[in-house]
């Protein structure tokens, strides 16, 4: 039995499937530890699942909701500031307090989640193997492809590859706050000098759940660089939709998932051209919105408005799903071979919504700009041509095959075993 630490971001898209790694880990016989503030110990769903915390003087309780309503909302003034503030203060913290912490556990292997610089800081530091997980779109660079937080498309011709230079520099003199930090701590850790997320990658194995039929193409991925897919409890699929949905109608499953789910305006705008189409409407806003707007919501022409629902059970029985284009729904709505509506806010999801068009298997819109007519316009194209669906079943045919949580924890594990890059079998 080995113990590991999952290093992550304290945002529940983001712990959730590293859990279901840690679980499949368990289940083999080891420990999993989650390692954060106190507020993340509530986003663990598994009790197996083990959880330190540390920030009790930076990040005491009750501070998570501050930085998740920050995230929420970044587009407001001065609020990207704030969300790349939090993050900086989130990696100091685990860079100061992490090492005596992971010392104590007795912890073997950390499991580092790439958007936290941290995790690869601290394994260096402490001469412990790794791995770096993509729980979002990989952060790995390349002349050819965008950053995972811009809009647009594979570049194709030197202009698009300027334009990717060009939009990397504007990127890191905005993450220069957090970019200080990882400078900070790789020098005060005796490593060799770092300021971006990029660059505190595992030489080890690099796991993705961005399979290689959902992305721009590839060429200089490290040999050690795995899509596996995404990654799921073995028992996330089990939960049933337990809705009376009527057979003959469209049925459309909608959510703006965790950090999103309170954009009531553009939910009624979804409502309101699903009305006009007679379409069958299940939203779930994440526990965002309180009663009345549920009320007004249904009065628009929901059908159903709930917090929660099982995502990939409605996924399976929906004919169309709107969405943020955050990607793990995106992943769970491949997977069903459901088309899908993108309609990106923040992060990585203009990114993540300009794949499902490359990859054929959905239609975006701006969430500002989509009115009613429009929406309604889109939804109706992803009805009525089965392209979409069919790119969108082939894709998750390959996610099938990928090996998801249980592929992740095979490479874990080899990492472990050999301390050795643990190579792609295509690489």
């Known amino acids: 039995m080995s113990h590991f630490a999952v290093i992550a971001p304290p945002f529940a898209g983001h712990f959730w499937a590293l ?57 407001a003034p001065f609020g990207l500031r704030r969300v790349i503030q939090d ?33 690869g800081l601290l394994a260096e530091y402490l001469g412990l193997p790794w791995v770096s997980v993509a729980c979002a779109l990989p952060v790995n660079r390349e002349p050819r492809l965008p950053l995972p937080v811009m809009p647009w498309g594979y570049a194709v011709s030197p202009f698009g590859e ?3 230079r060009s939009s990397s520099r504007v990127y890191d003199y905005l993450m220069r706050p957090h970019g200080r930090i990882i400078a900070r701590h790789a020098e005060a850790f005796g490593l060799p000098p770092r ?61 703006l998932g965790t950090l999103q789910g309170g954009r009531f305006g553009l939910f009624r705008r979804m409502a309101a051209a699903c009305r006009d ?22 009065a628009a022409g929901a059908t159903w408005v709930t917090d929660f629902a099982p995502q990939c059970a409605a996924l399976a029985q929906a004919d169309v799903a709107i969405t943020h284009a955050g990607l793990n729904t995106v992943l769970d709505a491949l997977v069903a071979g459901t088309p899908m509506l993108a309609l990106p806010i923040a992060f990585d999801q203009p990114a993540i919504a300009a794949r499902v068009v ?15 007519s429009r929406l309604r316009r889109l939804l109706r194209r992803l009805l009525d041509e089965p392209a979409f669906a069919e790119h969108a079943a082939r894709i998750g045919s390959e996610a099938r095959q990928a090996g998801g949580a249980e592929r992740a924890a095979d490479i874990v594990e080899a990492v472990l075993k050999s301390g050795r890059p643990v190579l792609h079998a295509a690489a």
């Open 195 to 255: 300021d971006s997320l990029h660059q505190c990658l595992s030489p080890f194995a690099q796991i993705s759940q961005t399979l290689a039929g959902f992305d721009f193409p590839r060429q200089e991925a490290p040999a050690h660089f795995h899509p596996v897919g995404p990654l799921r409890s073995p028992n996330q699929g089990t939960a049933l939709l337990d809705l009376p949905v009527a057979p003959g109608r469209p049925f459309v499953f909608a959510s």
């Open 277 to 298: 189409l007679d379409l069958q409407l299940l939203l779930a806003h994440c526990g965002r919105l309180d009663p009345g707007q549920v009320r007004a919501l249904h």
């Open 87 to 119: 993050m900086a203060r989130g990696t100091d913290m685990l860079c100061r307090e992490g090492p005596k912490l992971l010392r104590a556990l007795g912890v073997e292997a950390l499991i580092a989640d790439q958007m936290e610089a941290a995790g």
């Open 19 to 75: 859990e279901a790694l840690a679980e499949c880990l368990i289940m083999r016989g080891h420990r999993v530890t989650f390692v954060q503030q106190e507020d993340a110990r509530a986003l663990l769903r598994q009790p197996q699942v083990e959880f330190a915390a540390l920030g009790q003087a930076s990040h005491p309780p009750g501070s998570l909701a501050t930085v998740i309503a920050h995230a929420g909302h970044p587009g």
């Open 358 to 372: 490359y990859a054929g298997a959905g239609l975006r819109a701006s969430p500002l700009l989509a009115r009613r």
């Open 162 to 164: 300027h334009l990717n």
